[in-house]
């Protein structure tokens, strides 16, 4: 009896999941405008630091992005999409980090572009 006993309870051991802990990283977050809109298509790159590798990923139709299986260590975080401002951010990931990184877009109205004068034309007016 002692011995279908050990034998069940060896049994019901092996079967429980192994929680371990990986050996990699996660950042994950929302896209979004000024008012706090979610743009949907913004492209995300997470590029490292010491590698240059980069891995890209598309916002989804709420905003939201994920890339998950990062090796620990620096990395930059550039976003952009039509109409706004890129976003450029720097991630220190650990082993086994789920990073959040949220990016708020700026609207491109309000940023004028650099404007170099050809001095061949004359002064330079702006309206």
């Not at 990923?57 to 976003?79: M, R, W």
């Amino acid at each position: 009896m002692l011995r279908k006993f050990l034998c069940a309870s060896l049994l019901l051991a092996l079967s429980i999941p192994v929680c371990a802990q990986s050996n990699y990283a996660a950042v994950s977050g929302s896209v979004y405008d000024p008012q706090h809109r979610a743009i949907p298509g913004a492209s995300i790159q997470v590029i490292s630091t010491a590698t240059g590798a980069k891995r890209e990923v598309t916002s989804n139709e709420n905003g939201i992005y994920e890339v998950a299986g990062l090796l620990p260590g620096e990395y930059q975080l550039h976003v952009e999409h039509a109409g706004f401002a890129a976003s450029d951010q720097r991630l220190q990931l650990e082993v086994g980090q789920d990073a959040s990184a949220d990016i708020e877009l700026s609207d491109l109205a309000g940023v004028r572009p650099a404007l170099a004068p050809n001095v061949m034309d004359g002064p330079l007016v702006l309206l």
